[in-house]
Nanobody
Framework: QGQLVESGGGLVQPGGSLRLSCAAP????????MGWYRQAPGKQRDLVAS???????DFADSVKGRFTISRDNMKKTVYLQMNNLKPEDTAVYYC?????????????WGQGTQVTVSS
């Protein structure tokens, strides 16, 4: 609980931008795959973007070309830059950290931050 600390959510107009941040001070950050998920009311929680320890990134089709994920291992922080936001992007956004080993899997979640895109 409280392993990941998120910030940057808020209310923006369509076409606007937001940058979400997620700090993970309590884990060996550089080893983890980091991801951003989102969940709209009545919907399942879906992957938005992820970035591996090797800095390979992946995006949901709905956000390709608009969102960018990046990580700063020195700051133990992952970012989600969201540009050209649409009302359909409105959701609670969750930060995720995941590490898979031969011994066990490790996963942590942030508390979620609300992003609302509306005029």
């Amino acid at each position: 609980q409280g392993q990941l600390v998120e910030s940057g959510g808020g209310l923006v107009q369509p076409g606007g931008s937001l940058r979400l941040s997620c700090a993970a001070p309590g884990i060996t950050f550089s080893a983890y795959t980091m991801g951003w998920y989102r969940q709209a009311p009545g919907k399942q929680r879906d992957l938005v973007a992820s970035i591996t320890s090797a800095e390979h990134s992946d995006f949901a089709d709905s956000v390709k070309g608009r969102f960018t994920i990046s990580r700063d291992n020195m700051k133990k922080t992952v970012y989600l830059q969201m540009n050209n936001l649409k009302p359909e992007d409105t959701a609670v956004y969750y930060c995720n950290a995941q590490l898979r080993t031969v011994v066990r899997n490790y996963t942590y979640w942030g508390q979620g931050t609300q992003v609302t895109v509306s005029s």
